[in-house]
């Protein structure tokens, strides 16, 4: 949600190897991710968007994306966490994860009580990792992210385990509302709720208004990149 290869890809802006491989290390991507587009607007491609950026309101403001494709809980406490470093300084910090790891436990087909507790094994953990990360960083604002649903409310994502049968979304509804409990009650923590954003935006939409990459519909497209960015920039505006 927060990577810049899939928007890149679906706007024509990479290397042909990465076209090809869709692999970060194989050549350029053009910056048009979530995070990058926070930090630093892409004023050709998104114009009515131009100063609305970090760097317009905090010139200098200094930009890491840990963000990793594919990446679940674990591996943001492996290979993520230990590469952010510790400081006082004011910071932001957001966070869009758990998707892949509900989709990783539906994708072995548990029964359903399995995948609960696999949920809220995963809920835990998150808020173990939102206790790391002020902890880590105590002066920082943490906006977290509900995980989007490109089914639209039908269970069904073309091309996604559909050989699994309909999404659960019973849990990933649970889930994304104990994002909503630790977002309000952890202090110096936002939510912003781009499941609640994105719905109307994926299966159920034409083609045009999609916010899905076409080739894989549970990555962001170009659009769906920019809308993440504009979500976060409403919820900093609000705090």
């Given amino acids: 949600m927060s990577i810049d290869l899939y928007p890149a890809l679906d706007a024509g802006e990479t290397d ?64 993520q966490l230990p590469q952010l470093e510790e400081s006082d300084a004011p910071s932001l910090l957001t966070l869009t994860i758990g998707g892949n790891d509900l989709l990783s436990a539906f994708s072995t087909k548990p029964r359903i009580s399995l995948l609960e507790a696999i949920a809220r094994d995963v809920a835990d953990a998150y808020e173990f990792l939102l206790d790391a990360l002020h ?55 936002a939510l912003a709720d781009v499941h609640a954003h994105f719905m109307g935006h994926g299966v159920l939409a034409p083609e045009e208004d999609r916010w899905y990459w076409r080739r894989s519909l549970i990555e962001p497209n170009a659009r769906g990149a920019s809308e993440i960015r504009r979500l976060w920039l409403e919820v900093l505006d609000s705090l």
């Fill in 16 to 79: 042909v190897a990465v076209a090809l491989e869709r692999d970060v290390h194989a050549g350029a991507i053009a910056p048009l991710g979530a995070a990058s587009l926070l930090h630093r607007n892409d004023d050709m491609r998104w114009p009515e968007e131009q100063g609305n950026d970090l760097l317009s309101r905090w010139p200098g403001i200094g930009f890491a994306n840990l963000a990793s494709d594919g990446a679940t809980i674990g591996d943001v406490f492996g290979e």
């Fill in 135 to 189: 902890r880590a960083r105590p002066n920082a604002h943490v906006v977290v992210a509900t995980i989007y649903d490109p089914s639209d409310g039908t269970g069904h994502i073309p091309g996604v385990l559909e050989q699994a049968g309909p999404l659960p979304l019973p849990v990933l509804s649970g889930l994304n509302d104990r994002i909503r409990t630790l977002a309000s009650s952890t202090p110096r923590t």
